[in-house]
C-alpha cells in the first residue's frame, strides 16, 4: 500500500514529485524529498525536538492557515503525537 504520509516530518504527498530517493535514484514512497535524498536523511543528527519546532509554527492557525492550531504550545503537543507514530520517530523518540 502506498505511504501518503513522509515518514519523518508527516507531509502529505501532494504530487509523485514530492517523494523522496534512495541512493540508487529510484523514488522512495516513504519520505519526502527534504527528508530523505539519495538513501539518506537530509537532515541525519535532527532529533525530535528540533523537528518539532521546525514545524510548528506553520501549524498555528493564521490568515494562511485557518484550519491551524490554536495556539504554539497545542501545535507543540500534537505535532509530537502524530510524529510519534511515524517509521522515523516510533522507535527513537
Not at 40 to 60: H, L, R, W
Request: hydrophobic share 25%; proline share 5%.
Amino acid at each position: 500500500m502506498e505511504q501518503f504520509l513522509c515518514q519523518s516530518c508527516g507531509s502529505h504527498f501532494p504530487t509523485e514529485g514530492f517523494y523522496g530517493t534512495n541512493a540508487d535514484g529510484t523514488t522512495n514512497h516513504e519520505y519526502c524529498k527534504y527528508c530523505f535524498v539519495n538513501g539518506a536523511y537530509g537532515k541525519p543528527d535532527e532529533t525530535i525536538d528540533e523537528m518539532i519546532e521546525s514545524g510548528v509554527p506553520y501549524m498555528v492557525k493564521s490568515d494562511k492557515n485557518p484550519d491551524g492550531y490554536p495556539s504554539i504550545e497545542v501545535a507543540r503537543v500534537e505535532f509530537r503525537k502524530k510524529l510519534m507514530e511515524l517509521k522515523r520517530w516510533s522507535t527513537n523518540a
